[in-house]
C-alpha cells in the first residue's frame, strides 16, 4: 500500500530533487533521511506510482493545447 509518505516521496523526487531531499520533504528526518531515501527509491509501490504519473504526463503531452497571450487577445 502506497502511504502518503511515500507518495509524497514520489512527487518530490519526480520534481527533481535529490533522494536525500525527497525523503525531507515526505516528512522523514533529517537523520535518516539518506538512507530512507535509498530505500524508498527501490521500493516497488514507489515506482509503480512513478511510472504510473509519468504515463499521464506522456499523455497529457501528446495532447495539443492551443492558447493565445494576454497580449495577443488584447491587440484583436
Known amino acids: 500500500m502506497l502511504t502518503t509518505q511515500k507518495r509524497k516521496f514520489a512527487l518530490a523526487l519526480m520534481s527533481g530533487k535529490n533522494k536525500t531531499a525527497s525523503a525531507i520533504a515526505a516528512g522523514y528526518s533529517a537523520k ?3 538512507v530512507k531515501g535509498s530505500q524508498l527509491a527501490k521500493d516497488p509501490e514507489v ?4 511510472a504510473r504519473k509519468q504515463c ?3 499523455e497529457v ?3 495539443p493545447v492551443y492558447r493565445q497571450k494576454k497580449s495577443e487577445q488584447e491587440d484583436k
Open 47 to 50: 515506482l509503480a506510482f512513478i
Open 56 to 58: 499521464e504526463t506522456v
Open 61 to 63: 503531452d501528446e495532447v
Open 32 to 34: 535518516t533521511a539518506r
